[in-house]
C-alpha cells in the first residue's frame, strides 16, 4: 500500500498517488459541506442536513484510512526534506501556512460534531422537511451531566481496552485522554455559548455560517500546500 501512494501522481509533475487522492478527497468533501449551505440557504432543510451527514461520515472514514495507510507521515510532516524551495519561504510562508492549515482542520472538525448535535436539537420535522425552530435552547443541568458521565465511562473502557487487551504505549492513552478531554471541553462550552446565543436556530444560522466559512479557508490552505510541496518548490 505504502509504495502504491508513493508512486507518481496525476496532478503535478512532482505529486505522488497519496498526496493527490488525499488532495481531491479534500477538494470533493469541502465542496459536498458547501453544497450543504447552499441548500440551507435555499431553506431545504432536509437535502442539507441528508448531505452534511453523508459528507460527514465520508470525511471520518476517508481520515481513518488516511491515517492506517500513511501513518500521517505527510510529507509535510516529515521536516524540510519535503520542500525544495528556499529557507525564508519554508520558514516564512510554508510553515504558517500549514499551521493555520492544520489549527483549522482541528477546529472544523471539532465544530462539525457540535454542529450536527446541535442541527437535531435546534430542528423539527413540519410536514416531513426539516425547520430550525425559535426559541431559547438549553441543555437541562440533569442531561449535562448524564453526558458527562457517559464521556467519562466511556474513557475508562477505552483506557481498560487500551491496558488489557491491546497493551498501548502511554502515548496512545494520552492521546485518547486529550480526545475525551476535548469532548468534554466542547459539551462544557455550550453552556458559554447558551448564554452568548440563546435562541437555537440563531445560534445554528451563526456557527454554520462560521463552520462553512473555516471549510472553505481549509480547501485554500491545503491548496497552497499542495501547490508550494508539488508544483512551486518540489524537491529536486
Ligand atoms: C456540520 C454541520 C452543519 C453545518 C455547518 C450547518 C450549517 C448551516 C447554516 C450555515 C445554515 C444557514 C444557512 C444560511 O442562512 O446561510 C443552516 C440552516 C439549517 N440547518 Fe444546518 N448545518 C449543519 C448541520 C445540520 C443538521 C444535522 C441539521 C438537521 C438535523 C440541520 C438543519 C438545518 C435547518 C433546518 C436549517 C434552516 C434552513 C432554512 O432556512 O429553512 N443542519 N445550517
Known sequence: MKE??????????????????????AVVFTVLFLVAWGYAKKAQGTRHHKLILVSMVSMVVY????YYARQLGVLSFEGKEG????DDIYNNVFVPVLTTHLVLVTLGLILTFYMIVEGFRASEKVNEDFVLKAGELKVRAKSFRTVMYVILGLWGLNQLFL????HASSGASIAWALIFGTVALVVSIEKLIEKLLPDGA????????GTMIIYALILSTSTATYLMLYVIYPVK
Open 163 to 166: 491496558s488489557f487487551v491491546r
Open 83 to 86: 520542500f525544495g524551495g528556499p
Open 202 to 209: 440563531r445560534r445554528h444560522r451563526i456557527l454554520g455560517r
Open 4 to 25: 502504491l501512494l508513493e508512486k507518481p501522481g496525476f496532478l503535478a509533475p512532482s505529486g505522488t498517488i497519496g498526496a493527490d487522492v488525499s488532495y481531491l478527497l
Open 63 to 66: 481520515f481513518c484510512g488516511y
